[in-house]
């Protein structure tokens, strides 16, 4: 049971760039997110989604997109990287109730210079 | 969205008991109050929840008010490992998908 796995773990990209981070859950989970943490600073929440075809935008969406075709994978795509968008990408899962706890991955480093 | 209200930092010494504290005056009857702690360059990890009562589990205890309105994480002795940043989040039932987390307490522990 490998919870949720993030790729890669590392990266750096040029200003204009565009890349997908991954992001897989093998929990059966419906609820997925994605979060990014600037340095020294709490989380903010980018997009999220409660089930397969089906996502939503967060406190920070702008500059990114999401899809979610499988209850499995929720990747994150950055078009035209921005230095602003430096920063850790955590992708995080849950069931769809209250009281059930998140599940994060150990998150994407980005540097975007 | 209800919020919560937090300390930036806290300080206690290794194998002393440490009391978290996290206001949320706006919470509403069916929020859950979660924990969550993320240690330094890793990912956030959970901690505890509750709605009502009081909760234990094998990290830490969860006392909340009658009222509901404060609650205060407690981790009965503080070791090295316990320095982390912990987060108090309201989890409501009408849109529990939306889980926003607010600066977090930071927390060090003095050998």
């Known amino acids: 049971n490998a919870g949720v796995t993030q790729t890669p773990k590392f990266h750096i990209l040029k200003i204009g760039q565009s890349m997908t981070l991954q992001c897989t859950q093998d929990m059966n989970h419906n609820y997925m997110y994605w979060y990014r943490q600037d340095p020294g600073m709490g989380l903010k929440l980018i997009y999220y989604s409660v089930g397969a075809g089906i996502t939503d935008k967060g406190e920070v969406p702008n500059g990114y997109n999401v899809s979610r075709s499988t209850t499995e994978d929720f990747p994150l795509r950055l078009e035209l990287a921005a230095p602003s968008q430096t920063s850790v990408y955590f992708c995080?899962?849950?069931?769809?109730?209250?009281?059930?706890?998140?599940?994060f991955g150990n998150g994407t480093r980005l540097t975007v210079t | 969205d209800a919020k919560t209200t937090q300390p930036n930092s806290m300080e206690s010494n290794e194998e002393e008991p440490v009391h978290l504290p996290c206001n949320h005056s706006?919470?509403?009857?069916?929020?859950?109050i979660h924990w969550y702690r993320q240690l330094p360059s890793q990912g956030p990890e959970y901690v505890i929840h509750g709605l009502t009562s009081n909760v234990n589990n094998r990290m830490a205890s969860l006392a909340i008010a009658e009222d509901r309105k404060s609650s205060t994480l407690i981790l009965h002795r503080a070791t090295l490992r316990d320095a982390a940043v912990y987060y108090c989040?309201?989890?409501?039932?009408?849109?529990?998908?939306?889980?926003?987390f607010g600066s977090g307490t930071r927390l060090l522990v003095r050998p």
């Open positions: 706006t919470i509403s009857g069916t929020d859950y």
């Open positions: 995080a899962s849950s069931y769809d109730r209250e009281d059930s706890p998140l599940h």
């Open positions: 989040i309201l989890r409501d039932g009408d849109s529990s998908y939306k889980l926003i």
